[in-house]
Nanobody
Framework: QVQLVESGGGLVQAGDSLRLSCAAS????????MGWFRQAPGKEREFVAA????????DYADSVKGRFTISRDNAKNTVYLQMNSLKPEDTAVYYC??????????????????????WGQGTQVTVSS
């Protein structure tokens, strides 16, 4: 069992930065690939970024590549999303999620939300123009 709690969201202006954190409870956190997703009002949930359980390999949606960075600190059971050069279109509720597929893999991560088993409650990010 893994519980995820996001924090760090808020209201910022375009061009600003935010760092989201996702604190996980549970002994197996370090073995799970992790992802960040977001959902804007009236839109479907979309993939933002993912990181492998081991080795720190990452994947990003084209819309955030070069601006966002996902990282994890397994010693602190925490995954981060550093968001720079924020745009109004980044406004959404951001969710972190843990994937139980291929635990402890150096190469596996997923863009498919359906493969993620554990989800946080979300944190609101609002970017004003």
């Amino acid at each position: 069992q893994v519980q995820l709690v996001e924090s760090g969201g808020g209201l910022v202006q375009a061009g600003d930065s935010l760092r989201l954190s996702c604190a996980a409870s549970g002994r197996s956190f370090s073995g799970y690939p992790m992802g960040w997703f977001r959902q804007a009002p009236g839109k479907e949930r979309e993939f933002v970024a993912a990181i492998t359980a081991v080795g720190g390999n990452t994947d990003y949606a084209d819309s955030v590549k070069g601006r966002f960075t996902i990282s994890r600190d397994n010693a602190k059971n925490t995954v981060y999303l550093q968001m720079n050069s924020l745009k109004p279109e980044d406004t959404a509720v951001y969710y972190c999620a843990a994937d139980r597929t291929l635990a402890y893999s150096r190469t596996y991560y997923s863009r498919n939300g359906a493969t993620y088993f554990y989800w946080g409650q979300g944190t609101q990010v609002t970017v004003s123009s």
